[in-house]
């Protein structure tokens, strides 16, 4: 099924004034895509656009109300929202400011506004709007929302989770025909874009990101786009791949040697399989973010922390990654319901790094998994 | 050729810092993706990760600066920049704000730090660390860089427009084999993930946008994911394609009659026509952007302004969108260099809409065409 039934949108709007009124907010402003996206239904590629602001506004209790460019008013009219207010923009006068300004003087005549302001958020609107929005509504600041919204996105529906394993399936059966596309001289901007074909053909909707790495002693750039060099023999090449099905991605990688696979990296393969699977059975409910980050550490580094990478997993939905953090520090507690990737990296003696990386749901037993089971050995084409 | 020559960057930050000198700006701070890749040629599609903030100062003199996660630290080095400032991101402590506060007490003591601040622009930082670098500063606010990024940004080298037309022509290649694609009784949906493949096919690294619209006469959604409905004969098909080339964008769409082409429908797109014509004349250096959307609005409407979709057209580049709007109030003064759309469309008896777009850059005589011409008469599949 495409979308989701509108008791999916009630009941996260009723948790989200749930939290809202322990801390005395009178509404939430949101302005980004992942956040409007969760409270309405609203998706549509247009927000590549970066000229217009959207916003939506959690009031205390009722439907959000969203104020929006005329341009998106029949989409969003069509979700389960009502109350649709919209400005014809871009507008070089008032781009919208007034219109939101009135909806939260409406919503919130105390000024307790609160949007998220925490890791992996911004406020997606103009500097100067804001500060003519603080100055019409008489505050200083909007309040941070206690990471209510970034809480609530963590943990998925079963319906969530099921577009995410949809995603991954199909990006599994891409990971199939990898044999149509690569092998020994061929250049890998061919291989990056193939792949990206192959995503589309077995049903991904858009393909957001796909990062590619190649060496003969692990990969040392896995963030460039692919340049034009031929795949050789011997090379380990790794295919990461975000893509979409109906608003959810996955994001997971597979490599494969080329032609043959050099025994270092066999072994550093084998490392990162046990190291997925201590983070497996580290994955339970109730464990903490760190607690999966550890025991993966242990097998990787005997205990010693990882490179710039930063991190050994994180969650991920409607974007490609999400909190938590699969990182010494993070403490967040795993609960029912949280997507999450395994994302063990190791570095092998000439400075390359190895990566894999596979997505999980916690289940009330453990991880459960979303991506297909990797193969015993590194897969040769 | 991919990326540029260093002296690109140079010359831009040169013309930065001459603008920067005039409203004694120390530091310009920027934090999106399209204004840092600007300045450094940092290209990657990591960005798709929103849980990293990447942060470039544009000092008063010399090189920019780079405060960014380490794992961006290696591709960072291989650009133009040397002074590449790196912490181990996602940081629960202290996510690079101290390392930014350093750099920024640094480069600019006297706390005249600027930052992109108006229409398309927003701050891509958590609002707690912003609050966090401002005390930290000792600074209420950010200043607004008076648009010096957005009007420089809006004026592109020979080097860049070439990149664009490249983009062009990759589409151009896709849109001649839509009879591949599209006919009676192909799903939507189905050809909307095929002319993706066709894009990358094509040469396309990578194809963020692409928006559809069907219709017996128009369309009435242009901003939905496709659905699974068939294409049925004497329906109009639309594409928007917005595909990536080393970094820039084309986005223009084009319109076919399934079968056969309604007879009105074919009397609006000759109306469309005109009005890129009208436009094109319209659109010489010196002119305003209101100049070429009132010219095109005469032929359109008569001079009675248009409906929710807001401007006749806008500038592209490293964004799908970028300024100017052609709308009767901006009146942004049209430069040699500019890269703009023509993006007439036309409402019919039912409601439905047609739009046309193509891609131009202003040249000393006009508008030159970077899209290739449309078709005399409505193509039909």
Request: hydrophobic share 40%.
């Amino acid at each position: 099924m495409r979308g989701f039934n509108n008791s999916e949108f009630e009941q996260r709007t009723a948790k989200a004034q749930a939290l809202m009124a322990e801390h005395q907010f009178s509404a939430i402003l949101l302005t980004n895509e992942a956040d409007v996206r969760y409270f309405t239904g609203y998706l549509t590629r247009f927000w590549e656009s970066p000229c217009r602001p959207w916003y939506l506004i959690i009031p205390a209790a009722g439907k959000p109300v969203a104020v929006i460019p005329s341009i998106g008013g029949a989409l969003m009219r069509s979700t389960w929202i009502d109350d649709v207010r919209t400005w014809r923009a871009p507008d070089m006068q008032d781009d919208g400011v007034t219109l939101l300004s009135q909806a939260l003087q409406q919503i919130a005549p105390d000024g307790r506004i609160a949007t998220p302001s925490g890791m992996q958020s911004w406020l997606r609107m103009p500097q100067n709007y804001y500060h003519q929005l603080l100055a019409n509504l008489g505050i200083s600041k909007l309040l941070c929302d206690a990471n209510i919204v970034r809480d609530l996105r963590m943990v998925k529906s079963p319906e969530e989770v099921a577009k995410i394993r949809h995603a991954c399936q199909i990006a599994a059966r891409a990971f199939e025909r990898m044999g149509e596309i690569a092998k020994a001289g061929v250049p890998l901007s061919k291989v990056w874009r193939e792949f990206q074909m192959l995503c589309l053909d077995e049903g991904a909707d858009w393909v957001p990101y796909l990062s590619i790495g190649v060496g003969e002693l692990g990969y040392t750039d896995v963030i460039s786009p692919a340049g034009d060099t031929p795949l050789r023999e011997g090379d380990i090449l790794m295919l990461d791949t975000g893509l979409i099905y109906d608003g959810y991605f996955c994001d997971y990688c597979r490599n494969f040697a080329i032609g043959h696979g050099d025994k270092q990296v066999q072994e550093a393969w084998h490392t990162l399989m046990r190291a997925t699977q201590a983070g497996i059975e580290a994955g339970k409910p109730g464990a903490k973010a760190s607690d999966v980050f550890k025991a993966m550490d242990e097998v990787l580094t005997g205990g010693k922390g990882i490179g710039d990478t930063g991190r050994l997993g994180h969650g991920l939905g409607t974007q490609l990654t999400e909190l938590p953090s699969l990182i010494a520090t993070d403490h967040t507690i795993l609960q029912e319901g949280m997507v999450i990737t395994l994302e063990p990296s190791i570095v092998l003696t000439d400075g390359g790094v190895i990566v894999h990386e596979d997505n999980y749901v916690v289940a009330a037993n453990g991880l459960q998994a979303l991506s297909p089971a990797a193969a015993t050995d590194l897969p040769i084409l």
